[in-house]
């Protein structure tokens, strides 16, 4: 299954409820991800960040990782998540292969043609 980093914020409300009662979010963020058919690798704090906390999750598309946004987003606990791809050395090169392999025919905005290029026009 494809890996991906979350990160985002607590709200104001989410930080001032967990102070009055302290949780570890680890289960109920796994819990998430298993019933969207994904799966939490690792959940972290992350004080000192330009966020509050971060994870890794495995799910078969981006539509799992897009609807546990939502969920998340729509408690009313979280803000401003990000996601990305995580891509491990193998599946990037395979990437930069492929990009590759196109990058000698693609025509960059306000640049010539890459045949015309070649034959120094």
């Not at 001032?16 to 680890?26: A, F, I, K, N």
């Not at 193998?90 to 640049?111: D, I, N, T």
């Amino acid at each position: 299954m494809p890996t991906f980093i979350g990160y985002g914020r607590f709200t104001r409300e989410a930080m001032r409820g967990m102070l009055q009662t302290p949780e570890d979010r680890t289960e109920p963020v796994s819990k998430l991800f298993e019933a969207l058919g994904g799966r939490l690798i690792s959940w972290h704090m992350t004080p000192g960040a330009d966020f509050d906390w971060m994870l890794l999750a495995e799910a078969p598309d981006e539509e799992v990782i897009v609807a546990a946004g939502l969920v998340a987003t729509g408690g009313g606990g979280v803000q401003d998540i990000k996601v990305a791809r995580a891509l491990s050395g193998p599946e990037a090169m395979r990437l930069f292969q492929k990009g590759g392999e196109v990058a000698r025919s693609f025509k960059s905005a306000g640049q010539t043609a890459p045949s015309e290029r070649q034959q120094g026009n």
